[in-house]
């Protein structure tokens, strides 16, 4: 038997590898420095590092300036009043902060880019000018913020974030990183994360596009903007940070809302990101080959930086880079985590029986059809059940048990239908209904209520005439 530790050290193979990838990265992308960090079975496995200076390369205390990554703490922070029962995310934002130009957008909306709000601040670029330039949200919103109608398309919106970041200290009656550093960064622990850089830390640089120069950006405290990209962190403390959104964390959101938010609620723009991707409530959402990522990347004047989390895989990876441009970063994050989960596949856990099982559940399992087409229903370690086609390609969902003998589906066409077994008058079940369709024990089964019935001569061969 193996220990923890021994399933998931990594390889020196692997390791390697991983080196192999950032060294070019920092090189081809002229990179003053590159830090990184993979992260397995919650614990993180790796570390390394690049940089232009000898003897000076950064490690896992370093901080770094992160970005839009910030937008995902702030939205741990929305979820976290709703699961207070505080809000609604359907509310619309005038109704917990009145006086905005964007009011009727909903706070769900907001969350996944769904708001039409414009993409940045109007007036100077914000990322490399005081936020004492844009003092209130009227000057974050400008006079006309709204590009699109509300819940129609996603589009990128930065000012949205300042909007739920408003909210949040609206509703909490204190600033947002205040908020920010009770209720999530130190409970998970993320003492090196903050609005404020603390040595040690990274300078920011500008490189030359066609000569090897360097040139100092500005570090600016964005003000009103801040919940949409303040952030300064390191990669052990994102490294945790990953941990949490993979696996969720009562002290700071349950397990069930960081699934909420890794889930697609937007679809991407077209020629965006591949297909099968989108945005979540904070969370970007890429699909790269047949490995979905959930994460997201950052970047401000001098600064770029990735989370990406691989939750099939149990790997993620933090990618974090002080240069303005030169390199993409989130393909340096997918790769890292490409490298660990096929050289080193996930060992999956331990096969076991169910610890009790409903008999009355139990005599359900097995085949059922939907006119011709045949699925099986199984019992789920979770106290649900699944319904799977069986050969041909179909719709599949899991459910979860809604305390009164029916289900509720989670995923895919059926998510939010109800599944319940239908009786008859002595106890027998007659079929299934799942959000009206009527699946039987055998195709067409004439002893079942079959919309539209079932021809009485029943099934027959093709009777060739003359």
């Not at 844009?134 to 109608?149: F, I, S």
């Not at 589009?155 to 909490?172: D, M």
């Not at 303005?324 to 999956?348: F, H, N, Q, W, Y």
Request: contains cysteine.
């Amino acid at each position: 038997m193996t220990t923890p530790q021994e399933e998931h050290a990594l390889l020196p193979a692997t390791r390697r590898a991983l080196l192999h990838r950032i060294a070019v990265a920092q090189a081809e992308g002229r990179a003053p420095s590159l830090t990184a960090a993979v992260v397995r079975g919650g614990e993180i496995v790796w570390t390394g590092s690049r940089t232009s200076v000898n003897g000076h390369a950064p490690d896992g205390d370093v901080q770094y300036r992160i970005g839009s990554i910030t937008k995902t703490f702030t939205a741990v922070l929305v979820l976290r009043l709703r699961d207070e029962g505080r809000i609604s995310l359907e509310d619309p934002l005038e109704k917990h902060l009145p006086g905005t130009s964007a009011g009727g957008a909903t706070i769900a909306q907001l969350l996944a880019h769904t708001a039409g709000l414009a993409a940045e601040s109007p007036g100077p670029w914000w990322e490399r000018t005081p936020g004492s330039l844009r003092p209130g949200l009227a000057d974050v919103l400008g006079e006309d913020p709204l590009l699109h109608p509300g819940g129609r398309r996603f589009h990128y919106s930065n000012p949205g974030y300042t909007l739920l970041g408003a909210l949040v200290e609206e509703l909490r009656q204190e600033p947002w990183e205040r908020v920010l550093r009770r209720e999530v960064l130190e409970p998970l622990g993320l003492r090196r994360t903050g609005p404020d850089p603390v040595a040690p830390h990274a300078g920011g640089w500008a490189v030359h596009p066609w000569a090897d120069v360097l040139l100092p950006e500005p570090v600016e405290d964005l003000g009103r903007m801040a919940p949409a990209g303040q952030l300064w962190s390191t990669t052990e403390d994102l490294a945790r940070f990953a941990v949490f959104l993979a696996r969720g964390d009562d002290r700071v959101l349950s397990a069930s809302s960081v699934v909420e938010m890794r889930t697609p609620a937007a679809p991407p723009e077209p020629g965006d990101l591949a297909a099968g991707s989108g945005y979540g409530l904070g969370m970007q959402v890429q699909q790269w080959g047949e490995r979905r990522l959930v994460g997201h990347s950052g970047s401000l004047p001098g600064y770029l930086a990735n989370l990406s989390i691989a939750v099939e895989d149990d790997v993620a990876s933090v990618v974090l880079v002080n240069c303005t441009s030169g390199l993409s970063i989130s393909t340096v994050g997918a790769d890292l985590v490409r490298i660990v989960a096929e050289a080193e596949p996930r060992i999956p856990e331990p096969w076991r029986p169910l610890p009790e099982v409903d008999p009355a559940v139990l005599a359900l399992t097995g085949p059922w059809y939907w006119g011709t087409s045949p699925f099986v229903l199984r019992m789920t370690a979770d106290g649900g059940v699944s319904l799977d086609p069986m050969g041909a390609p179909g719709r599949r969902s899991r459910f979860r048990a809604a305390g009164d003998g029916s289900w509720i589906g989670l995923e895919g066409y059926y998510a939010g239908e109800t599944l319940r077994a239908v009786r008859a008058p002595d106890g027998t079940v007659t079929h299934l209904d799942l959000g009206s369709f009527v699946f039987t024990r055998t195709a067409y089964d004439p002893a079942a209520p079959v919309p539209g019935g079932v021809d009485e001569e029943g099934w027959r061969g093709l009777r060739q005439e003359g």
